[in-house]
């Protein structure tokens, strides 16, 4: 692992109680619901097993019927395993599994953080079975959730402070260079983050100003969905 791989694990090595514990206050709740509500389509039909780069305390991967997950850090892995997630001590940019091994990869809000995301999706590209589907879920920096989670880092915030936020067109290049191509995208959170969360509509498609999107993609050399 790299310097900063080491010092991002290590902000979510300290804090995980925490950052699992702001998921079930009212306002974690209403975003958990919106941004599965983003995810769990694009992942409807995926053949098993699938896996999460990024797990983290698995909550995602256990609502998303994700049965792998891979973190850097130990102790969220812990609450992962005990959602019962089979977890994995590891690097998106050194998948420790074999070539065509899963169905499907989620990355949902871990591109931000690590150190090399060419590395990463080239890794989710390997372990990807021809056909198989990456589900990405980000907050774009060109929406008013990125650049206020951007701001939060400047100041100092123990998570945003190690995340490096992208716009949407820069994901949508990440993923073309790395020989994916979009299949489907959901985009939710169009409400300002000054404003208590509420519940609102997932969209279909990707949108600009949304503060979550998520994106489908597939090998360039699959069929179209
Ligand atoms: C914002 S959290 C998201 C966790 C989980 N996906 C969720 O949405 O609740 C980002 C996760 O990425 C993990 N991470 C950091 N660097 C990584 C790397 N190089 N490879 C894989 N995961 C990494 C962190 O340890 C952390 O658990």
């Known amino acids: 692992m790299g310097a900063r791989a080491n010092r991002v694990a290590q902000g979510f090595e300290d804090l995980a109680e925490r950052y699992d514990a702001w998921y079930d206050t009212a306002p974690g709740q209403v975003l958990f619901d919106l941004e599965l509500g983003a995810l769990r389509p694009l992942l409807a039909g995926t053949g098993g ?3 999460e780069v990024g797990v983290g305390s698995g909550r995602f991967a256990a609502a998303l019927g994700i049965e792998v997950g891979l973190d850097p850090a130990q102790a969220p892995l812990r609450l992962a395993r005990a959602r019962g997630v089979r977890v994995l001590l590891g690097v998106g940019s ?3 599994f ?3 091994t899963f169905g499907a990869v989620a990355l949902v809000v871990t591109l931000c953080f690590v150190e090399n995301p060419a590395a990463v999706l080239g890794e989710v590209a390997r372990v990807l079975r021809p056909g ?3 589900v990405v879920g980000l907050v774009p920096l060109d929406s ?4 206020s989670y951007e701001e939060k880092g400047r100041a100092g915030h123990p998570f945003y402070g190690h995340a490096r936020f992208e716009t949407l ?4 290049l990440m993923l073309a260079v790395a020989g994916f191509r979009l299949v489907g995208a959901r985009s939710t959170l169009f409400q300002a983050p000054s404003d208590e969360p509420v519940a609102e509509p997932v969209h279909s498609g990707a949108a600009a100003g949304a503060g979550f999107v998520a994106l489908a993609a597939e090998g360039e050399s699959a069929g179209a969905d």
């Open 49 to 51: 097993p699938r896996l």
């Open 144 to 147: 008013a959730w990125g650049r």
């Open 169 to 172: 067109a820069e994901h949508r």
């Open 132 to 134: 198989g589907r990456l």
């Open 94 to 96: 050194e998948l420790p």
């Open 98 to 100: 074999g070539d065509n």
